[in-house]
């Protein structure tokens, strides 16, 4: 009885900690920046500001950041952020952009993925910085130095930070960079919760050009987006029934269920329109946990996927094969060969099935030869899910592979954007 009550308190403790180190976004407010005289940036000028850079002096975040632009569509506005991928404890910032005058001004905010860490970041890039520049934007043989500040929490920046460019984004080898459960799980502590459509949404800012995303499938039939099976504490702070998701209704989940940072579970075609219409994503891994009617999965995908060509969007969707039932109940499909798919079992399954893309687990190694068939037929192969820097250089520096899924997308995307 003691030991059980010792687990129970034991429990809530961790749980209430876990609520407690959760990290807001801090507030960005810029008086400068905000000013009536400030104006949107050219889309010339963003596109220069992105490269390599070296980090002057300050070590917290690393020797080196990548800059790049990235975009989500709110109400036919398109809102471009700048992030920056540092390597020391898989550091971001995440900036907007305007000219005032003759300068420059980014403002934003940084965090460190592997802790609670994060702060208020503002920049400035005045002409003189700007070896090559004019007056309307960044061009010629240049070399843009960023001043800038961050502090802590939401205190005022203080600190200095110089970022030095040195050389263009790394595309030489393309890579998909993929966010694990739309961008990162719950317990990142991310300002949005695993498989919303707000964390997809933010999704490139972290890094990913694509979105692994959990469907299963509600009592009326309708596919939506959740990892469990069953609803929980784990992914949900409100929520008014419990047990099997499968048992619900739609409409039951959206009048009862809160996600852990109050957005409701989405439905796989929201999110899928999401990304079409909203963001630059331009890969999607649908893991399928419940495979009893996989053709409605199928459905949307394909519906997905016209939608995306009729705007000229090139978008890759895959049903995800990540075991043998789900394998077999792809087989019924009609025209099977002819989905898109991923395939997580050996390779005799991916030929069999027509899969695009191979995807083993990382804890299999590099599996060269593996892969090399693979490429031999050709497909791609995918790896998952790696966070840890070792493994995600190794897989990315020795191994043959075109994607990786990781829930430190930004940390993938700075090993990446960083190579030479």
Known sequence: MIKCLLVFVTTVILASCHQLLKPDVPDV???????????????????????????????KFGPMTALKWSYTIKSKDTVYQLSMFCEEDAAYF???????????????YWRKLTNTETGRA??????????????????????ISINGVYGSGDSEPDKKLQLKYIRPLYYKKPLEIIGHRGGGRIGDLLPASENSVQLIEMASRLGATGVEIDVQITKDGIPVLYHDSRINDRLTHKAGVRGELKNYTYAELTSEVRLKNDEKIPTLKEALNSIIYNTP?????????????????NDLQQEALQAAAAIGRHIEITIGIHDENVFNKFLLLPDFKNIPSLCELEPAYVTTANARIWAPLWTEGLQPEKVQAM????????????????????????????GIVSNYASLVAYYYYTRE
Request: glycine share 8%.
């Open 29 to 59: 407010r810029w008086d400068l920046f905000d000013s009536s005289l400030a104006q949107p940036l050219k889309n010339s000028t963003r596109k220069k500001l992105e490269g390599v850079y070296t980090i002057e002096g300050e070590k």
């Open 94 to 108: 995440i900036c907007e952009g305007k000219r005032l005058d003759n300068s420059i001004l980014l403002r934003g």
């Open 122 to 143: 503002r920049f400035t890039i005045t002409l003189r910085d700007i070896k090559g520049g004019s007056n309307d934007s960044i061009s010629g043989n240049y070399n």
């Open 281 to 297: 994503i331009r890969y999607v891994w649908l893991d399928a946990k419940d495979t009893t009617r996989l053709e409605i999965i």
């Open 375 to 402: 490429k031999a037929q050709g497909k791609r192969a995918f790896v998952w899910t790696i966070d840890q820097p070792k493994q995600i250089k190794e897989f990315m520096f020795e191994g043959n592979y075109d």
